[in-house]
């Protein structure tokens, strides 16, 4: 499903972000990208998003270079990726309910749909109670979980989650990553960047960045617990 093909961005002579990435992620794939602040995983999965655009080599999704999409191309690129920020940036000027189905009126879903939508993306991650509610009365966890069905409400093929658990405690965090593997349980290929190593997932590919460089592309531990899960 996603494809980086030899891939460097660079920001100045002196500042590389990413330094010749190859990598293959497949459909309905739960990955997770590791490595210290500063190693390249949000900017890896900004390239994805195409918010940021390679220096050089290339990032396919579905088969398509995103670096070659014109503006309409790129709307429908965004439209089936899932983002979920470390910052949540809800909209302090209306309840949950309206933040969640914003996107949906913004790519012309009738009012009663999206609605209809919103409140069953709040339901997915346990907050369908907290529909009326202000974003600023709720927890960190909860603001993060509504971030979360604001993602999901237009039925993304991939969701990209950066940082998604960072300043929460370990209850909010689990129940963060509870509701993305909700999501990868039905196929959705998920992409979750953290320097948090007690969020990874029994089974799940880790992937890991330093300095920009991929060190580890999860494949090997991930062939031996497939063989010893046979033997």
């Given at each position: 499903m996603i494809e980086f093909r030899h891939l460097t961005k660079r920001y100045s002579k002196e500042a590389t972000a990413l330094f010749d990435i190859n990598l293959s992620i497949a459909k309905g794939e739960l990955l997770f990208l590791a490595g210290p602040s500063g190693a390249g995983k949000s900017t890896l999965l900004k390239m994805i998003a195409a918010i940021e655009r390679p220096t050089s080599g290339s990032v396919e999704v579905n088969g398509q270079d995103i670096g070659r999409l014109n503006a309409t191309g790129l709307a429908y690129l965004r439209r089936n990726l899932g983002l979920i920020l470390q910052q949540q940036r809800l909209l302090t000027d209306r309840p949950v309910l309206a933040n969640v189905?914003?996107?949906?009126?913004?790519?012309?879903?009738?009012?009663?749909?999206?609605?209809?939508?919103?409140?069953?993306?709040?339901?997915?991650?346990?907050?369908?109670?907290?529909?009326?509610?202000?974003?600023?009365?709720?927890?960190?966890?909860?603001?993060?979980?509504?971030?979360?069905?604001?993602?999901?409400?237009?039925?993304?093929?991939i969701i990209l989650a950066d940082e998604p658990t960072a300043n929460l405690d370990r209850v909010s965090a689990a129940k963060v990553i509870d509701a993305i593997k909700a999501f990868h349980a039905v196929g959705v290929t998920c992409l979750i960047s953290t320097h948090d190593d007690q969020i990874y997932q029994p089974g799940a590919r880790v992937i890991r960045l330093e300095q920009g460089r991929l060190v580890d592309d999860g494949m090997a531990s991930r062939e031996v617990m497939a063989s010893e899960a046979t033997s």
């Open positions: 189905l914003l996107p949906l009126l913004v790519t012309g879903t009738p009012r009663d749909e999206a609605e209809k939508r919103a409140r069953a993306a709040l339901d997915k991650v346990g907050l369908l109670d907290k529909a009326q509610s202000d974003p600023l009365s709720l927890s960190g966890g909860e603001q993060q979980r509504v971030s979360i069905a604001r993602a999901i409400v237009n039925r993304p093929q």
